[in-house]
């Protein structure tokens, strides 16, 4: 991929062989191409000379795709250009193309720099809200009946909240960072949009630290739930335990064989073996009433 969009942008794709070559003909600095082409990355910004390398994740709207896939997308911006580099294809990247093909979009590199930043912040909030929706829906379900595959729902959610969260939080940084020390081309309506974008990124990630302890609670809420139910089928095995353990005390007792035991051919045999098993548990039943109560 590499097109032109605008006299003030030039796109690349890094898995492009030419990707380099292209970026050393701009004139970039040498650490300046390496932060762009650096394979596994983090959102961050860095200062090099004349312009800024601000790197970027994007949630992935790609059908089919995992929300917490982000997209790393690496921009090197000043005030006469933007230079945007992807390792994957990025939906974004598309509209803001076709934006700008239709006449609709920004005329500037600092003005496409701040609309790129302000969806990838929107589409996060768009994210983070559905989530949550989803999770209220999931508690909804537990509270009105008991299904323990939820557990595996607020697992994945978990999940996702986490792997969400580990880029949204420098993500944040990165934003403020650029707020609080700006280059020379933000001026007063550039840092006002600024400032809310960094404002809906904070909103986000406040909602996301949330429904981490939101998950978390119903987690234990519902294995709490679990616990008790399964107390209760133990009580009731127990109960019915009870019941039949006498009963079948009984049944062993009138179908024991005394034959070949001393007295086996005593009329008095079936009593004494009968007194002996009393005897015993007559004996159990003391020693677990003074173990019980500490006497020994």
């Given at each position: 991929?590499?097109?032109?969009?605008?006299?003030?942008?030039?796109?690349?794709?890094?898995?492009?062989?030419n990707a380099r070559r292209k970026?050393?003909?701009?004139?970039?600095?040498?650490?300046?191409?390496?932060?762009?082409?650096?394979?596994?990355?983090?959102?961050?910004?860095?200062?090099?000379?004349?312009?800024?390398?601000?790197?970027?994740?994007?949630?992935?709207?790609?059908?089919?795709?995992?929300?917490?896939?982000?997209?790393?997308?690496?921009?090197?911006?000043?005030?006469?250009?933007?230079?945007?580099?992807?390792?994957?294809?990025?939906?974004?990247?598309?509209?803001?193309?076709?934006?700008?093909?239709?006449?609709?979009?920004?005329?500037?590199?600092?003005?496409?720099?701040?609309?790129?930043?302000?969806?990838?912040?929107?589409?996060?909030?768009?994210?983070?809200?559905?989530?949550?929706?989803?999770?209220?829906?999931?508690?909804?379900?537990?509270?009105?009946?008991?299904?323990?595959?939820?557990?595996?729902?607020?697992?994945?959610?978990?999940?996702?909240?986490?792997?969400?969260?580990?880029?949204?939080?420098?993500?944040?940084?990165?934003?403020?960072?650029?707020?609080?020390?700006?280059?020379?081309w933000i001026n007063k309506p550039?840092?006002?949009?600024?400032?809310?974008?960094?404002?809906?990124?904070?909103?986000?990630?406040?909602?996301?630290?949330?429904?981490?302890?939101?998950?978390?609670?119903?987690?234990?809420?519902?294995?709490?739930?679990?616990?008790?139910?399964?107390?209760?089928?133990?009580?009731?095995?127990?109960?019915?335990?009870?019941?039949?353990?006498?009963?079948?005390?009984?049944?062993?007792?009138?179908?024991?064989?005394?034959?070949?035991?001393?007295?086996?051919?005593?009329?008095?045999?079936?009593?004494?073996?009968?007194?002996?098993?009393?005897?015993?548990?007559?004996?159990?039943?003391?020693?677990?009433?003074?173990?019980?109560?500490?006497?020994?």
């Amino acid at each position: 991929m590499n097109s032109n969009s605008a006299d003030f942008w030039l796109h690349l794709d890094h898995t492009d062989s030419n990707a380099r070559r292209k970026l050393e003909q701009t004139g970039l600095e040498p650490d300046a191409i390496a932060a762009l082409l650096d394979p596994e990355t983090r959102p961050r910004r860095a200062h090099f000379g004349n312009g800024d390398v601000i790197i970027l994740r994007s949630v992935n709207q790609s059908p089919g795709a995992e929300v917490e896939d982000m997209i790393s997308l690496r921009i090197w911006l000043t005030r006469e250009r933007i230079i945007t580099v992807v390792l994957r294809n990025l939906q974004l990247v598309t509209e803001a193309r076709q934006r700008i093909a239709d006449g609709m979009g920004e005329s500037s590199a600092p003005d496409l720099f701040l609309w790129l930043a302000n969806t990838i912040s929107e589409r996060l909030r768009e994210t983070v809200r559905s989530a949550e929706v989803e999770l209220e829906d999931a508690e909804d379900k537990m509270l009105e009946t008991y299904d323990a595959s939820l557990a595996n729902v607020f697992r994945e959610q978990l999940r996702q909240a986490v792997a969400l969260r580990r880029y949204a939080e420098p993500q944040l940084q990165a934003l403020k960072d650029l707020q609080d020390n700006p280059p020379d081309w933000i001026n007063k309506p550039r840092r006002l949009r600024l400032r809310e974008i960094v404002n809906n990124h904070q909103r986000s990630l406040e909602t996301l630290i949330a429904t981490r302890e939101h998950i978390s609670a119903a987690l234990d809420q519902l294995n709490t739930m679990i616990a008790d139910r399964m107390q209760r089928t133990s009580q009731a095995l127990t109960i019915v335990a009870t019941i039949f353990l006498p009963l079948n005390l009984i049944g062993a007792l009138f179908g024991t064989n005394v034959g070949g035991i001393p007295y086996g051919g005593d009329p008095m045999g079936f009593w004494l073996l009968t007194g002996g098993f009393t005897l015993a548990f007559a004996i159990l039943l003391v020693v677990a009433y003074t173990y019980r109560n500490r006497w020994l």
